[in-house]
């Protein structure tokens, strides 16, 4: 933020017009020299007799971005943005906002505040604020339906997706679409016109929404979809309620109904925890090596195996724009890879949003072969053959063999130890671990998991990839699981303990739902497939801890052969093909054998017990997770969870979620838990460490 007041907006007459042009990198966010700045220029122009009209303008990529998301949750500092966009309507000079680049909540309040609104072809408009947990809070909730529509803006705000400037225009958000980039000149234009034609000030605010009951109809049914879809979120429901503000109230009393609900907002949990999830999101990126080094140049990529993983990976690569080779083990698992290339482009094709003739121009850009020297050429290669080490270190071996110097080799390994793998090649600086989420063409998520031996520059790429993938990385380091898959492990033994001790999976996967997930770890094993997990537990059997705690129940289900949704059963049954699962008393009977066989009476378990154990269990092991170094920081373990295992983004992720709850509260949990079973319940170092010094994890997310 700059010192000098006023700085961040720049006024300049052009003519008789006032230009006020935002300089506030990198998006013009808001922020109190913004408002300051914007409130000074509009009382410049009222006082001037010789401007006639004002264009505001933003420098730089973004027209604005919105309200400056820093300040939330700190002292307020005048003036509040809803008094600037006041002021800037009450002008009495014609005001025109050129839209460029992302005009979006306060961004696009401010617009809306203007006269009139011309759109450049890149301009993106919306009212993203419910990403955030908030609501527009400056005038959007009056003025956007009172422009558009009561229904269409309301649905402007819940989706929280900006509209292109062709879209705002065919929604009336906008007056004009005008070719270009520069929106001075093409604003400058545009209001020489309005001022030729002595266009009359026209103030959003005097609109009267007209059919009335029309628009409360059309609420009452919206209200009613959101109150089932918004899943226990609180400010999609308070936008309704603003909107019907607007469409009942005079102007005034609407925007002090929006004020209020804005602040009740503000002031929950569920904005403090999307808000951190939204900088946490941008901060997993921020890693030393990205500093200390430069990306290696990726214009080609090899995926070897064309599975489940492999042809998602090929996919995500193809829609970058690279062009992709898949080496396969035989003819028929290349023609299988394609098939399974070809099956996403064709889902999309069904559901018209792709055309055949965009596939193919796809696919020009694929080739599959049995040869490793085809993937010669390739700058980075990424593994996904079958989770076994030495079949991955025959593939190691042989990429060693043909690829050229100064490639990325990467392993899309969920669990195996990626050192040991660098170690089967002369060149372990360039290995490197690329760990995709399942389907890997829509799964946000990728945690780069780096080796002892990796390059800074090998790191740095992978990030690059990324980006260019449009994926949220987050830097691992080894361990078996790395951070998403090792907490995992530990939570889903907390669920099975609480099966085996009373709860049915049934109750657990409704408490977990009820805390936001959308699904429970039950439901989860039915639709990735038991026989998986089976397999894994069976390869460990050899070197489990004879004296912890197993449950055997997932074995007693895998060995009936019911694998979940792909066998019809699994914790539920799943009668023709259905996709959510109904109970099934053979497994609460297969669960109570298990319980009777070991001698455990079962207790009842309330939605509120369940829900500490699962989130202290994860918790623990994510602190354990950071004390070791393989999370830099508690925010990469909460986007890997928010990005990867579907936790409710409203709570921001565990390590956030345990810091709004009270470290000493969790770690009193864990210890109470530790009565029954010392060995499984042992609080992390981290954990006590910070309790005792009075901290918690968001004061270790400072970038490292
Ligand atoms: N306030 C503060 N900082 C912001 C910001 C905002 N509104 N929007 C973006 N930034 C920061 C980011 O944190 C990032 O900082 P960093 O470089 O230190 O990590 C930097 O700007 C660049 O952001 P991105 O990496 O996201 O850049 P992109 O080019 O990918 O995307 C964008 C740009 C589309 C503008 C995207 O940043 C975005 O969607 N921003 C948030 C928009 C939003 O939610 N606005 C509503 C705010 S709430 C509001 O307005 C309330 C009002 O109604 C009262
Ligand atoms: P899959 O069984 O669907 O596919 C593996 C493919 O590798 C098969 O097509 C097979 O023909 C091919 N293959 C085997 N050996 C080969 C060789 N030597 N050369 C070329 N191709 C060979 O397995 P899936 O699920 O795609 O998993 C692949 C990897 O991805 C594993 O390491 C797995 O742990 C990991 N992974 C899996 C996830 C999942 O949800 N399925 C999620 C994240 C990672």
Redesign the pocket.
């Known amino acids: 933020m700059s010192a000098a007041p006023h700085s961040a907006v720049a006024t300049r007459r052009e003519g008789d017009v006032l230009v006020v042009s935002i300089d506030h990198p ?2 013009n ?3 109190v020299d913004v408002r300051r700045g914007l409130l000074a220029a509009i009382g410049q122009a009222d006082a001037d007799a010789a401007v006639r009209a004002v264009l505001i303008v933003g420098r730089g ?2 027209f604005i ?8 949750g700190k002292p307020p500092m005048p003036p509040p ?2 008094e600037v966009c006041n002021r800037i309507e009450a002008s009495v000079k014609t005001v025109v906002a050129a839209i460029h ?2 005009a ?4 696009l ?1 401010i617009a809306l505040a203007a006269h009139y609104r011309l759109a450049l072809p890149a301009a ?1 408009l919306g ?3 419910v ?2 947990g ?5 005038g ?1 909730t009056q003025r956007a339906p009172r422009l558009m529509g009561a229904k269409a803006a309301a649905r402007l705000m819940l989706d ?1 997706k ?1 509209l292109s400037a062709r879209a705002a225009l065919a929604a009336g958000l906008v007056d004009r679409v005008a070719e270009g980039e520069d929106p001075v000149a093409a604003g400058l234009a545009y209001a020489g016109e309005l001022l030729d034609s002595h266009a009359p000030a026209r103030r959003i605010s005097d609109i009267v929404i007209a059919d009335r009951a029309a628009a409360l109809a059309e609420l009452d049914a919206l209200q009613a979809e959101t109150a089932r879809k918004s899943r226990g979120l609180f400010s999609p429901l308070k936008i309704i309620e603003c909107v019907r503000a607007a469409v009942e109230l005079p102007f005034d009393q609407g925007l002090a109904t929006e004020r209020a609900r ?1 602040l009740e907002c503000l002031d929950s949990p569920q904005r403090a925890g999307l808000v951190h999830a ?2 946490a999101e ?2 997993t ?2 890693i030393p090596e990205a500093r200390a080094a430069q990306p290696r140049a990726v214009d080609r990529i090899a995926v070897i195996g064309g599975g489940t993983m492999g042809a998602g990976i090929a996919v995500a690569a193809l829609d970058a724009g690279l062009p992709v080779t898949m080496i396969e083990r035989d003819a028929e698992s290349v023609a299988r890879g394609r098939a399974n290339v070809e099956k996403v482009y064709d889902g999309l094709i069904a559901k018209g949003r792709m055309t055949p003739e965009a596939k193919a121009a796809i696919l020009a850009r694929y080739a599959g072969s049995t040869s490793y020297e085809d993937a010669a050429g390739a700058d980075l290669v990424i593994e996904a053959v079958f989770e076994d080490m030495a079949v991955k270190q025959a593939v190691f071996r042989e990429l060693d063999r043909v690829c050229k110097q100064g490639a990325v080799l990467a392993t899309n390994t969920s669990y195996l130890d990626i050192d040991a793998i660098a170690a089967v090649t002369s060149r372990p600086q360039d290995v490197i671990g690329l760990h995709f989420f399942s389907p890997a063409n829509i799964m946000k998520l990728l945690e780069i998991v780096v080796p002892a031996r990796t390059g800074a520059d090998v790191v740095a790429t992978a990030f690059a990839l990324a980006r260019r993938l449009k994926k949220i990385p987050v830097r691992a380091g080894v361990c078996d699981g790395f951070i998403g898959n090792r907490i995992l492990a530990v939570y889903r033994q907390a669920a099975d303990y609480m099966m085996e001790d009373g709860a049915s999976p049934y109750e657990i996967d409704e408490a977990v739902r009820a805390f936001g997930y959308p699904m429970g770890p039950f439901q989860v094993a039915d639709l990735a497939g038991g026989d998986i997990g089976w397999a894994a537990r069976k390869r460990k059997a050899a070197t489990r801890d004879p004296d912890a705690r197993y449950v055997e129940i997932a074995d007693r289900i895998c060995e009936r052969g019911w694998f979940g949704q792909k066998t019809g059963r699994g914790y539920y049954l799943y009668p023709e093909g259905a996709r959510i699962g109904q109970p099934d008393p053979e497994v609460l009977a297969i669960v109570d054998a298990e319980r009777a066989r070991k001698g455990i009476a079962p207790r009842k378990f309330g939605a509120d017990e369940i829900m500490r154990r699962y989130m202290a269990a994860m918790i623990n092991e994510g602190a354990n997770v950071v004390d070791e170094g393989i999370a830099l920081r508690p925010l990469d373990v909460d986007v890997t969870f928010l990005a990867g295992y579907g936790f409710p983004r409203f709570r921001g992720g565990p390590m956030k979620y345990a810091d709004m709850v009270g470290l000493d509260r969790i770690l009193d949990d864990i210890r109470l838990f530790a009565k029954e079973d010392a060995r499984f319940w042992k609080p992390s170092p981290l954990l006590e460490r910070l309790v005792a010094q009075g901290r918690n994890f968001d004061n270790l997310n400072k970038a490292p």
């Open positions: 990198p998006v966010a808001l922020g990529k973004a971005a919105g309200a400056d998301i820093r300040e939330f943005l809803h680049g992302p979006l909540g306060g961004g309040e993106t009212l993203p604020e990403n955030l908030l609501l527009p809070g400056a959007g929280g900006p804005f939204f900088f941008r901060e990126a921020k």
